[in-house]
Protein backbone atom coordinates (compact mmCIF):
# COMPACT_ATOMS: atom_id res chain seq x y z
CA UNK A 1 0.00 0.00 0.00
CA UNK A 2 1.33 3.36 -1.02
CA UNK A 3 0.91 6.91 -0.20
CA UNK A 4 -1.97 7.27 -2.79
CA UNK A 5 -4.10 4.26 -1.52
CA UNK A 6 -3.40 6.29 2.20
CA UNK A 7 -4.68 9.26 0.68
CA UNK A 8 -7.42 7.45 -1.19
CA UNK A 9 -8.33 5.71 2.59
CA UNK A 10 -8.60 9.05 3.79
CA UNK A 11 -10.98 10.93 1.56
CA UNK A 12 -13.27 7.43 1.24
CA UNK A 13 -13.54 8.01 4.74
CA UNK A 14 -14.30 11.45 4.73
CA UNK A 15 -16.80 10.65 2.15
CA UNK A 16 -17.38 7.61 0.77
CA UNK A 17 -19.82 8.91 -1.41
CA UNK A 18 -17.36 10.50 -3.62
CA UNK A 19 -17.56 9.45 -7.43
CA UNK A 20 -14.39 8.23 -9.26
CA UNK A 21 -14.22 11.07 -11.01
CA UNK A 22 -13.99 13.14 -7.36
CA UNK A 23 -11.30 11.18 -6.38
CA UNK A 24 -9.08 11.32 -9.85
CA UNK A 25 -9.25 15.47 -9.31
CA UNK A 26 -8.15 14.89 -5.79
CA UNK A 27 -5.81 12.26 -6.19
CA UNK A 28 -4.27 13.63 -9.78
CA UNK A 29 -4.52 10.38 -11.29
CA UNK A 30 -7.05 9.02 -13.95
CA UNK A 31 -10.14 7.40 -13.16
CA UNK A 32 -9.28 3.53 -14.40
CA UNK A 33 -6.39 4.05 -12.23
CA UNK A 34 -8.61 4.83 -9.14
CA UNK A 35 -10.73 2.48 -9.81
CA UNK A 36 -8.34 -0.28 -10.41
CA UNK A 37 -6.85 0.69 -6.66
CA UNK A 38 -10.14 0.88 -5.49
CA UNK A 39 -10.69 -2.59 -6.90
CA UNK A 40 -7.36 -4.01 -5.16
CA UNK A 41 -8.01 -2.52 -1.85
CA UNK A 42 -11.19 -4.47 -1.94
CA UNK A 43 -9.70 -7.94 -2.84
CA UNK A 44 -7.26 -7.23 -0.18
CA UNK A 45 -10.23 -6.79 2.43
CA UNK A 46 -8.46 -3.30 3.37
CA UNK A 47 -12.33 -1.99 2.01
CA UNK A 48 -14.42 -4.27 3.61
CA UNK A 49 -18.16 -2.49 2.43
CA UNK A 50 -19.17 0.89 1.37
CA UNK A 51 -21.86 1.86 4.15
CA UNK A 52 -23.87 4.44 5.50
CA UNK A 53 -23.30 5.51 9.00
CA UNK A 54 -27.01 6.85 10.72
CA UNK A 55 -27.56 8.94 13.28
CA UNK A 56 -29.40 6.59 16.23
CA UNK A 57 -31.09 9.21 17.75
CA UNK A 58 -32.52 10.32 14.64
CA UNK A 59 -34.03 6.61 14.08
CA UNK A 60 -35.66 6.27 17.29
CA UNK A 61 -32.64 5.17 19.28
CA UNK A 62 -32.26 7.29 21.98
CA UNK A 63 -30.64 5.33 24.43
CA UNK A 64 -27.06 3.55 23.54
CA UNK A 65 -25.83 1.20 26.22
CA UNK A 66 -22.34 -0.90 26.91
CA UNK A 67 -23.19 -4.25 28.36
CA UNK A 68 -20.72 -6.75 29.53
CA UNK A 69 -21.42 -10.33 30.00
CA UNK A 70 -19.80 -12.68 32.07
CA UNK A 71 -20.19 -16.31 33.35
CA UNK A 72 -22.19 -17.05 29.92
CA UNK A 73 -24.64 -20.18 31.04
CA UNK A 74 -24.74 -21.48 27.70
CA UNK A 75 -22.25 -22.25 24.83
CA UNK A 76 -20.80 -20.04 23.01
CA UNK A 77 -22.31 -20.50 19.84
CA UNK A 78 -25.64 -20.58 21.50
CA UNK A 79 -25.19 -17.07 22.91
CA UNK A 80 -23.62 -15.89 19.84
CA UNK A 81 -26.53 -16.72 17.85
CA UNK A 82 -28.87 -15.18 20.31
CA UNK A 83 -26.97 -11.81 19.74
CA UNK A 84 -26.86 -12.33 15.91
CA UNK A 85 -30.40 -11.99 16.12
CA UNK A 86 -30.95 -10.03 18.41
CA UNK A 87 -31.71 -6.39 16.79
CA UNK A 88 -31.17 -4.03 19.81
CA UNK A 89 -27.47 -5.20 19.51
CA UNK A 90 -25.37 -3.36 17.20
CA UNK A 91 -21.76 -4.67 18.16
CA UNK A 92 -20.75 -7.95 19.76
CA UNK A 93 -16.91 -8.79 20.68
CA UNK A 94 -15.98 -11.43 22.47
CA UNK A 95 -12.87 -10.65 24.78
CA UNK A 96 -10.29 -11.51 27.22
CA UNK A 97 -10.17 -11.49 30.99
CA UNK A 98 -13.35 -11.89 33.58
CA UNK A 99 -15.53 -10.50 31.18
CA UNK A 100 -16.76 -13.02 28.26
CA UNK A 101 -18.40 -9.77 25.85
CA UNK A 102 -18.82 -6.82 25.37
CA UNK A 103 -21.77 -5.84 23.79
CA UNK A 104 -22.95 -2.21 22.67
CA UNK A 105 -26.93 -1.81 22.29
CA UNK A 106 -29.34 1.03 21.31
CA UNK A 107 -32.66 0.96 22.56
CA UNK A 108 -35.46 3.32 22.10
CA UNK A 109 -36.31 4.26 25.67
CA UNK A 110 -35.69 2.56 29.21
CA UNK A 111 -38.50 -0.06 28.93
CA UNK A 112 -36.88 -1.38 25.96
CA UNK A 113 -33.64 -1.46 27.91
CA UNK A 114 -35.30 -3.35 30.58
CA UNK A 115 -36.69 -5.55 28.21
CA UNK A 116 -33.59 -6.16 26.29
CA UNK A 117 -31.68 -6.99 29.89
CA UNK A 118 -34.58 -9.61 30.81
CA UNK A 119 -33.69 -10.94 27.56
CA UNK A 120 -30.26 -11.45 28.25
CA UNK A 121 -30.22 -12.62 31.57
CA UNK A 122 -30.62 -15.91 31.01
CA UNK A 123 -27.22 -16.28 29.29
CA UNK A 124 -25.25 -14.93 32.06
CA UNK A 125 -24.02 -12.45 34.49
CA UNK A 126 -24.74 -8.60 32.97
CA UNK A 127 -23.49 -5.24 33.82
CA UNK A 128 -25.03 -2.44 31.97
CA UNK A 129 -23.92 0.91 31.37
CA UNK A 130 -25.91 3.52 29.74
CA UNK A 131 -23.39 6.03 27.59
CA UNK A 132 -24.03 9.32 28.46
CA UNK A 133 -21.28 11.08 25.85
CA UNK A 134 -19.38 9.94 23.02
CA UNK A 135 -16.18 12.14 23.05
CA UNK A 136 -15.10 9.90 19.94
CA UNK A 137 -17.99 8.28 18.35
CA UNK A 138 -16.28 6.82 15.04
CA UNK A 139 -12.49 7.46 14.44
CA UNK A 140 -10.90 7.36 10.81
CA UNK A 141 -8.61 4.54 10.34
CA UNK A 142 -5.11 5.07 8.01
CA UNK A 143 -2.81 2.42 8.40
CA UNK A 144 0.03 2.65 10.79
CA UNK A 145 3.31 2.83 9.06
CA UNK A 146 4.40 -1.14 9.68
CA UNK A 147 1.55 -1.83 7.70
Known sequence: M??????LLELLQNDSR???????????L?????SERLQRLQEQG???????RISLPAVGREILLI????????????????V???EDIIECHRVTGEVSYFLKAAVSNMNGMRLLIDRLLSYGQINTSTVLTSPVPYRKILPTEES
Do not use: Y
Request: net charge negative; hydrophobic share 45%; glycine share 0%.
Open 46 to 52: VIEEFTA
Open 2 to 7: DQIDVK
Open 67 to 82: ILVSHVKVSLDEFERF
Open 84 to 86: QAE
Open 30 to 34: SRPSI
Open 18 to 28: MTISELSNQLA
